[in-house]
Every structure is written in structure tokens, then in C-alpha cells.
């Protein structure tokens, strides 16, 4: 995630590069030995069902047991063992999660009007039927995801939502995972992970519904899976590495700035951290504020890696430069500490999600604690989509009905365009409605 060549023409003569990573900022690659076990995997699961679910499961997850299934009693208790002040936490994020999507949802309207005498066009906002949900587990598990895939999916009004979660405690899946799906309404949760969660998920193995939309982040061979199935079931992005950019200007704090682009950097070795900033100051302290943390942070190796190879700051003249610079990166988390937000909001137009003021940080959202959803898309798809919501569980459907006394106004001129395009059958399903009105 950094500018290219044309990119800084683009952003204006004012533009200082100070830090940015080696080579051609493009998403990475596709592994082929990757998107070849993928594809060996589904065509296997395909053919040999949960015989090969479960073969997988017990070679690459760990499973011991001969259910999938987690037991109601076990989902409902998971969170027992836990910390309360985790259990709180968990509760707050799930219910703030649901509550911003009924407020989404509650924005998205059916209507009906008539748009010339005699039609009246129509949209009805239609749940999808069956839902597969990835809760990742691995290094770190992510424990807000539930509250993001399977509680906005409940509150959307989806009727049929599968989980599925990695084994990660001999043999168990995580028991704070679980509680998080308990929180956010999962009613079945299944101990598998990976390729063949995806897979049992969307060829109906689990519960024997075929999924038809799958949501969820996890690591490439979830992504290839997820890219190899779709178009078979819906999915919600193709996520890469997860994504932070800062803009900041003399107000700033450049141990607040350093803190955040780090949080997010420690999510993987390959996560882009960058800073457009419009204050010497911060272009050179932050860089080594970074380095100052990095030698405290216990994730330092991952980080530290991430800030090395994939890290970026630009220094610019103008707040101006400043918001090109990251309309045309596009990232996936954007912060602004700086004055006059209500100018940085109006001006921003390509990002996931938006944090606004020194009070407003990504974390919030990524444990589910500011209530918008942090399943967002990557690699500059925030160009031309938004992230996961409530309106990605709703099918925006459109319909029609016409009086006799509209035949005339439509179907003449279906009928011009069809002869035009020589398309006889389209002209003749018009011609002859317009034969029976007598017009």
C-alpha cells in the first residue's frame, strides 16, 4: 500500500517521500502451490463429502472427536470459564455491533411508486436464506468477527446462519470464540477450519443446507477457497493483509500516531502502515517513535516486519495533497487526528472505514466496540466497495406491475428499439400486446 509513479503526479509537486517499501505497490500474488491444494481440496470434498471433511479436519485442524458439531450445552457455557471483565467486554461489542446494524437496516426501505401513469415500479429488501460464517482462530483469534458475520446476519433477518471455527484447545474450539458467536446469536457452531470449512459450508455438509453466501476473514487458503467457490455461494470481500493508514498534522501526537499504525501492523508480518502527514515534525519523529515501541511490543517480530517492508510515510504541503494521497491508496482502516474533521470527512471519498480525531482509534472498531463492522476490503477495493453491513445479507430486489392503460407508452417504443436491434421476439411480445389494446 503505497503510491505508485502516477500516483504522485497525481497528488502534486508538494509531495515528499520519506519512507516507503521497495518495488511495485500492487496485492500480493497469488501462490500457485496455494491455489492448487485449494482446489484439490474442494474437488475432493466435493466428491467424497464429510469423509473428506473429516480426513482434513483431523490432519490439518487437529480434531479428535467424530462430531463437528459443537453441543448446544457447550456453546451456551463457553463463556463460563472466562474472565468476567472479557465476558463484559464481549457482551458490549456484540450488543453495540447489532444495534448499529438495526440502524442500518432500518434505512433500508421498501418502496413502491408510479413512474409514469399506469407502472408502478417497485424494491423489496429480501433477506439471503443461508449463510456460512468463518470465525478465525489461529495465531490470534480475532473474537469480534462473530459479532460482525453472524450478528449482523441475524439482525439482517437471515434465517439459516452456520459457523464454523477452528479447533484450537485440544481439539475444542476456543471457548472465548464460542461465547462471542453465543453473544451474537449463532445457533450452530461446527469445530472445523480452513479449506474444508469453506467447503462443507458451501456444498451443504454440515447441516445439509447449502450455504448460499460465506463471510469471514481467514488466511490465503481461506481466501483462495473463498475466491475458487464464488459465484457458487456469495461471499463478502476478498480481504489480503489487513491495512492502517494515518493522516496527521501539527496537532498530533507522534506516540499516538506511531501506537496506532502499529496495532494494526501486528496483525502480520505483510500489513501496510502508512502516514500522509503535513508536519515535519511527525514525518520525523514518528518513524522513530515506531522504533522506540517496537523495542517494548511483544509482538515486535511481527510488527517490526511489517513497518520494515511494508511501511510508508509521506510528507506533503497542503491538507489537499494529503487527502489525494490517500483517496488513491484507499486503505482499508483510515484514521485523521487533525483539525477541522468535518473538512477530512466531506473530502475522503476511498477507504473501508473512517475514524475521525485523536479520540476515534481503529481498535475500537476491530473489537466490535464502536458498533461498525470490521470486515472491509483491502488492497485498494476500497475504490469502488464498501465492507460488510447489514445490506450485504439483503438481496435489493426490484419489481413491476402495469395497468392495460400503459401498454401503449411502453410497448411502442420496445417495439422501435427491437426492430432497431432486429431482436423480432422482443418486438413481437410488445407488438402483440399493443395488437390487443388496439393500439
Not at 458451501?202 to 448460499?212: K, N, Q
Not at 472505514?353 to 476515534?360: H, V, Y
Request: hydrophobic share 45%.
Amino acid at each position: 500500500m503505497h503510491l505508485t509513479d502516477q500516483d504522485k503526479e497525481r497528488v502534486g509537486a508538494g509531495l515528499r517521500v520519506v519512507k516507503e517499501p521497495d518495488g511495485p505497490d500492487r496485492p500480493a500474488e497469488r501462490d500457485p502451490a496455494v491455489a492448487a491444494t485449494v482446489s484439490e481440496m474442494l474437488s475432493r470434498i466435493e466428491r467424497d463429502g464429510m469423509d473428506a471433511v473429516l480426513r482434513y479436519a483431523r490432519e490439518l485442524d487437529g480434531f479428535t472427536g467424530s462430531e463437528l458439531r459443537v453441543p448446544d450445552a457447550e456453546l451456551a457455557a463457553a463463556g463460563d470459564a472466562l474472565p468476567e471483565a472479557l465476558r463484559s467486554a464481549l457482551q458490549a461489542g456484540a450488543e453495540r455491533t447489532r444495534r448499529f446494524a438495526a440502524m442500518q437496516r432500518a434505512r433500508l426501505q421498501d418502496f413502491e411508486e408510479e413512474v409514469l401513469p399506469g407502472v408502478v415500479c417497485g424494491q423489496r429488501f429480501v433477506p439471503v436464506e443461508n449463510v456460512g460464517a468463518y470465525l478465525p482462530a489461529g495465531r490470534f483469534p480475532l473474537l469480534a468477527s462473530a459479532f460482525m458475520t453472524v450478528g449482523v446476519a441475524d439482525v439482517a433477518g437471515v434465517g439459516n446462519v452456520v459457523s464454523a471455527t477452528p479447533p484450537s484447545r485440544n481439539g475444542r474450539p476456543h471457548p472465548a470464540v464460542l461465547h462471542a458467536a453465543h453473544l451474537s446469536g449463532a445457533r450452530s457452531v461446527y469445530a472445523v477450519g480452513g479449506v474444508q470449512a469453506l467447503a462443507a459450508m458451501a456444498f451443504g455438509l454440515l447441516d445439509g443446507v447449502p450455504s448460499d453466501m460465506i463471510v469471514g476473514a481467514g488466511n490465503a487458503y481461506v481466501a483462495e477457497a473463498k475466491r475458487q467457490l464464488f459465484g457458487r455461494v456469495g461471499i463478502d470481500v476478498l480481504a489480503g493483509p489487513s491495512e492502517v493508514a494515518v493522516i496527521a498534522d501539527d496537532t498530533a501526537d507522534a506516540a499516538m500516531v506511531a501506537s496506532d499504525l502499529l496495532a494494526q501492523a501486528e496483525h502480520g508480518p505483510t500489513s501496510p502502515a502508512s502516514l500522509a502527514t503535513t508536519s515535519e515534525r511527525l514525518a520525523d519523529e514518528v518513524p522513530r517513535e515506531i522504533e522506540k515501541q517496537l523495542a517494548g511490543l511483544a509482538t515486535a517480530e511481527i510488527a517490526g516486519a511489517a513497518w520494515r517492508d511494508h511501511g510508508s510515510v509521506y510528507l506533503t504541503e497542503t491538507r489537499e495533497e494529503a487527502a489525494r494521497v490517500m483517496n488513491l491508496l484507499a486503505p482499508e482502516h483510515l484514521e485523521v487526528i487533525a483539525e477541522d474533521l468535518d473538512w477530512w470527512l466531506g473530502e475522503l471519498r476511498n477507504y473501508g472505514s473512517l475514524f475521525l480525531g485523536p479520540w476515534s482509534t481503529v481498535v475500537y472498531a476491530d473489537k466490535g466496540m464502536s458498533g461498525t463492522n470490521h470486515v472491509l476490503p483491502t488492497a485498494r477495493g476500497a475504490r469502488y466497495t464498501g465492507g460488510l453491513s447489514v445490506a450485504g445479507f439483503l438481496k435489493q430486489l426490484t419489481y413491476q406491475r402495469a395497468t392495460r392503460d400503459a401498454t401503449a407508452a411502453q410497448a411502442r417504443p420496445t417495439v422501435a428499439v427491437s426492430d432497431f436491434e432486429r431482436l423480432v421476439g422482443h418486438r413481437d411480445s410488445a407488438q402483440l400486446r399493443l395488437d390487443i389494446v388496439g393500439g
